[in-house]
């Protein structure tokens, strides 16, 4: 399985929202910027997580974007599915060794579906940068 842009950026302008949460609506210019990532790009990413729910759009002069719901409550793993799709990691009824890749696929959801918005913000916030999960 890889990440496509969509997927990380995604979870970026999520993490990025976690990170500000309670401090009212962000806009995606200020993600944007903080995160070096393409304004036009987060406006196409926001969509999807608007309509699934995630993120709520506040409008007026000072609007902009804050979660839907505690970042306790969103994992890695609903934001990469809204994005990406289900995760599969190998389509192919014929194939004598579906019933490894099912579980790949199902170790891999496991993991993502553990790690939280509130996760990743509190280990960016201290300064880690990676997390090293064993599947």
Known sequence: MKLST??????TLMVDLAMYQGEGPISLKSIAEREDLSEHYLEQLIAPLRNAGLVRSIRGAYGGYVLAKSPQEITIGDIVRVLE?????????????????????????????????????ERKKSGGDNFMFYI
Do not use: F
């Open 6 to 11: 969509k997927g990380r950026y995604g979870v």
């Open 85 to 121: 799709g289900p995760i599969t990691v190998v389509e192919d009824p014929e194939d004598d060794l579906n019933y490894i890749w099912e579980q790949v696929r199902e170790a891999i959801n496991k993991v993502l579906d553990s790690v939280t918005l509130a996760d990743v913000a």
